[in-house]
């Protein structure tokens, strides 16, 4: 199956990522709070626009739209005081990974959605230090509300019943691990 090939392969990357931001620590403060969504913001407006862009979504069975979360953390950051012209002028990711076809982008999205299940603890995190709810400033992090679950599982369904050939597999983990490294750097930069 894909995605436990998926969650083997990129385990370290994933593990190393979660250091690096220390999510837990940057959620003590609204000013650290703010950070993270930014670096968030940077990643994920540049990647949901590449998806959007690609056809033949419906040979996966995803809609790229229902997946978007580029607009909750633009809610969010409003919420925390940034008007139009600031969120325009945030920095993207200057390195995202390329997404020229519908495997390269299942990989780079395997990293987006796997953030979604760390957000159910980071909501919590975020309402009880800061008082943010999902309705006021924590949308991102309760992207999916309850139905985190659900929508992992039906990504994961369709990830492993369209990569049925190693050719598609080995692109689709390839971009997976190029997304966790342009993360990484990312957050990096900007942590």
Not at 106 to 120: I, Q
């Amino acid at each position: 199956m894909m995605m436990a090939r998926l969650k083997a392969t990129t385990r370290p990357l994933h593990e190393a990522v979660e250091a690096r931001l220390d999510l837990f620590r940057l959620t003590r403060s609204i000013e650290g709070y703010a950070r993270a969504l930014k670096l968030f913001y940077g990643l994920h407006d540049p990647l949901e626009g590449a998806f959007a862009r690609l056809p033949g979504w419906d040979r996966v069975g995803l809609d790229p739209s229902e997946r978007r979360k580029a607009h909750l953390l633009r809610a969010d950051l409003r919420r925390l005081g940034l008007d139009e012209a600031a969120l325009d002028a945030l920095p993207r990711c200057p390195t995202p990974p390329p997404v020229p076809d519908l495997p390269a982008a299942l990989g780079a999205m395997y990293v987006l959605e796997g953030s979604t299940l760390g957000g159910r603890s980071i909501r919590k995190r975020v309402e009880e230090a800061l008082g943010l709810t999902p309705d006021d400033g924590c949308a991102y992090f309760s992207s999916y509300g309850d139905r985190v679950g659900p929508m992992w599982k039906a990504f994961g369904a369709a990830v492993d019943a369209f990569a049925t050939e190693e050719e598609v597999r080995e692109s689709i983990e390839q971009s997976a691990v190029a997304t966790f490294r342009a993360v990484d750097a990312w957050f990096a930069d900007g942590a």
